[in-house]
């Protein structure tokens, strides 16, 4: 059976800086039509839109990265491989009791 490409690029939200930029000066817009509509690059309620829409962009990575992780086909992280690993085993040999698998975790971590 041939192995599936695996697009390692996951992004579920589809949001970068430029479109939460745009989102939200569309949404000054239509909130605040008579309150702000300075949208020129040299004011400051542009600078506190971009560094709203920079924070949005760093949580949308993070997020992403969160769920690639959560993930057994597209983890890269080696503890959370480790991780993905010991839940498959615990499945596979659950005859095992856990008070032995939880004292042997212990003591390793020290």
């Known amino acids: 059976m041939p192995v599936k490409d695996i697009k390692k690029e996951v992004r579920y939200l589809n949001k970068d800086f430029a479109t939460f930029r745009n989102d939200l000066i569309e949404f000054s817009k239509v909130y605040f039509p008579d309150t702000y509509r300075d949208f020129n690059e040299t004011s400051p309620g542009m600078m506190l839109i971009e560094m709203s829409a920079y924070v949005g962009d760093v949580l949308s990575f993070y997020i992403d990265q969160q769920y690639k992780e959560m993930l057994l086909p597209l ?36």
């Open 75 to 110: 983890a890269e992280e080696s503890k959370t491989l480790v991780i993905h690993n010991l839940r498959i085993w615990l499945i596979l040999f659950s005859s095992i009791p856990l008070f032995w698998f939880t004292i042997k975790l212990a003591i390793s971590a020290r």
